[in-house]
């Protein structure tokens, strides 16, 4: 087991800072005492100042107030009715930024991820993409608004180093709607990992 990362790391003011360095770190589910956990390899950030971001413009709606605490909460809606989609968010209240986890590489109760998925064996898309990052934590909107320094939800540093220079910055998936702001290279992954989303 790792170090809990502490709040103070999600609550500096770079979001896309935070996404980058989230990169290595490991996000922990413990659910009725079952352990499950992986490797994050892939993130995108979002920020309020940009039209991606659920929250653009000071936008407040029951799903989106969450935004407007102080980082380190757990954000999780439903897309398309379909997917949970897992979000930290970050920087000081009342300045909505959030960080969404992409993609896992598995690490602890592998299992029991696999259960949660429907698969019969270990492949690469267990963890690839954020609703299936989601379905193999057990992630759902029961966990909006946690605090991710206690003990149900949370993420960890292992000593897991991951350099700048494997790092690749690319446009976000999905937003089209954002005009130019859809352009913004603020999805990131790690080179070579073959844990990551297939999109693009």
């Known amino acids: 087991m790792g170090s809990k990362l502490p709040l103070s790391f999600y609550r500096r003011d770079d979001v896309t800072l935070i996404a980058r ?17 992986g490797i994050i390899v892939e993130t995108e950030a979002y920020s309020q100042s940009e039209k991606a971001c659920h929250a653009f413009g000071g936008k407040r709606t029951p799903r989106t107030e969450v935004f407007y605490n102080d980082g380190g909460l757990s954000y999780v809606y439903l897309c398309y009715g379909i997917h949970y989609l897992f979000n930290i968010i970050t920087n000081a209240a009342d300045t909505a930024d959030a960080v969404l986890i992409r993609a896992i590489e598995p690490v602890d109760g592998v299992e029991t991820m696999l259960r949660r998925r429907k698969m019969t064996k270990l492949e690469h898309r267990i963890g690839a993409g954020p609703g299936s990052v989601s379905q193999a934590l057990g992630l759902t909107k029961h966990h909006n608004a946690l ?26 998936v999905g937003v089209d709607y954002a005009g130019e ?5 603020w999805r990131y992954r790690i080179a070579g990992s073959p844990w990551v989303s297939r999109a693009k």
Not at 148 to 167: A, S
């Open 181 to 185: 702001d859809a352009l913004l290279p």
């Open 21 to 37: 360095e989230l990169l290595g770190k490991v996000l922990c589910t413990n659910f009725g005492g079952v352990l499950t956990s």
């Open 147 to 172: 605090d991710l320094t206690e003990d149900h939800v949370w993420l960890e540093r292992r000593g897991i180093k991951v350099p700048d220079d494997q790092i690749i910055a690319s446009p976000r």
